[in-house]
């Protein structure tokens, strides 16, 4: 996974012995918003959001399948 763990949701794992799964899946790891769009399009929504002061990244991609996956948990 490309995001890192906030130390406060690091803690919250320790303290409650949540799995890093269900931490993903319950608290979308501090991230707060996600959005979804196409390959081609994702530096420029990375250079808007930058510009505007947020801090964005790629943190996954949409395949053919179903369910989700966590590289590295799963």
Do not use: H
Not at 11 to 18: A, G, L, S
Not at 35 to 40: A, P, T
Not at 54 to 65: D, L, P
């Amino acid at each position: 996974s490309n995001i890192e763990m906030p130390e406060v949701i690091e803690k919250f794992k320790e303290v409650c012995n949540v799995e890093e799964k269900e931490l993903y899946r319950v608290l979308n790891m501090g991230v707060g918003f996600i959005f979804i769009v196409d390959k081609e399009s994702s530096q420029s929504v990375i250079d808007i959001a930058t510009e505007l002061g947020e801090k964005a990244w790629i943190i996954g991609e949409t395949v053919t399948g179903s369910g989700v996956k966590i590289k590295g948990i799963d």
